[in-house]
């Protein structure tokens, strides 16, 4: 990736310095592929992330293909993340973090909620499930993180997190 940052920084300044641009504007032409060049790396990763989930969730889909009520517990559980993301995402400040406490609390009920049908799973469809739960789990803990540094959040939110996040680790096959 540095090595093609650094050619790209000549390439411009190749073309940008013969056609009469300023120093100015050849490094304001340098900054914008650096950030071009930081955005395609950070949705490369976005990619890799979607795409090792999409994977997961197309396991547990085989799994639960002849479980009653398993494609339904599975959309349940993916929306129960993209809920908990969305919630942990819409915490900025200590305000918004014990207007969030009850719907956290809300997530670790309904995560409970899926204990009972996870344990009646075949085994083949527990490990995919679980692997779903890792997944999901591996991109809810840096939001979740980030959250928690808010100054004055931690104290509101900790106990609350650890149920949560207690609850979602007990999906282990």
Known sequence: MKRSMSMFVLLVAAVAIPMGCTPEATKKMESMGGQAASKAKDSAGDMVKTTGMSDMLSKATGALASVEGGSEM?????????KATSTFKGIIDVDSATAALPDINKLTETFGGFS???????????????????SALGDLKPIIDQVLAIPGVEAILKPAIEALLGKIGSFKA
């Open 74 to 82: 599975l959309n349940s559980v993916t929306e129960t993340f993209a």
């Open 116 to 134: 009972d049908m996870f344990s009646k799973l075949p085994d083949a469809a527990k490990n995919a499930v679980s692997g779903v739960f890792t």
